[in-house]
């Protein structure tokens, strides 16, 4: 069974950075693109940013020149590293998955974010 494990998340202030982290587990054979997402009380999720499996990376207009996205793949793990946070990026960050060999998308738990002014 695959599994996906957000973390990193967490209480900062505005202007600060975190990292966040998601761990892939199971029978893995390959991953595929990556995409981590956001949902803030009240609203839609939204796409953040993505990673393809051969690197490419997309980002949505808010979070350009603040958010990183990375994959390590010998680690099973794509990163989204967050700068100059705004209270605004508070939400629960989600990523999402595809995996070679296996059909469909995969989401894991999220993981909280929360930036005060």
């Known amino acids: 069974q695959v599994q996906l494990v957000e973390s990193g998340g967490g209480l900062v202030q505005a202007g600060g950075s975190l990292r966040l982290s998601c761990a892939a587990s199971?029978?893995?054979?390959?991953?595929?693109?990556v995409d981590w997402h956001r949902q803030a009380p009240g609203k839609q999720r939204e796409l953040v940013a993505a990673?393809?499996?051969?690197?490419?990376?997309n980002y949505a207009d808010s979070v350009k020149g603040r958010f990183a996205i990375s994959r390590d793949n010998a680690k099973n793990t794509v990163y989204l590293q967050m700068n100059s946070l705004k209270p605004e990026d508070t939400a629960v960050y989600y990523c999402?998955?595809?995996?070679?060999?296996?059909?469909?998308?995969?989401w894991g738990r999220g993981t909280q974010v929360t930036v005060s002014s």
């Open positions: 990673i393809t499996s051969g690197g490419s990376t």
């Open positions: 199971g029978s893995i054979f390959s991953i595929g693109a």
């Open positions: 999402n998955a595809v995996f070679g060999g296996l059909t469909g998308n995969y």
